[in-house]
């Protein structure tokens, strides 16, 4: 699982039909402190998150393990919307 950052929305007229009424999200990972790591990312959204919103999202097989996407063609999802991080260092 990755910490994410929604930064965008993608919309595509034209996709696959398994992926008809998904949304469609621009994410960015981000460190536990909020610094951007790593690329872009669109990522398909099952818990109604928004532009600005720090997200939990899962890659690979567990995107398509996601509620929904058992036969999606999907290689990111967001499965959580984080309210707050704690770290004692």
């Known amino acids: 699982m ?31 402190r909020g610094k951007a790591e790593g690329s872009h990312l669109v990522a398909v959204d099952t818990v109604q998150a928004g532009v600005g919103e720090t997200v939990l999202i899962v890659s690979g097989s567990s995107a398509r393990m996601a509620a929904g996407l058992k036969e999606c063609p999907v290689d990111a999802a967001i499965v959580g919307v984080i309210d707050a991080i704690e770290m004692n260092e």
């Open 2 to 32: 990755l910490l994410a950052k929604v930064v965008g929305t993608v919309v595509a007229t034209r996709k696959d039909p398994r992926l008809v009424s998904s949304k469609l999200l621009v994410v960015r990972p981000i460190d536990p």
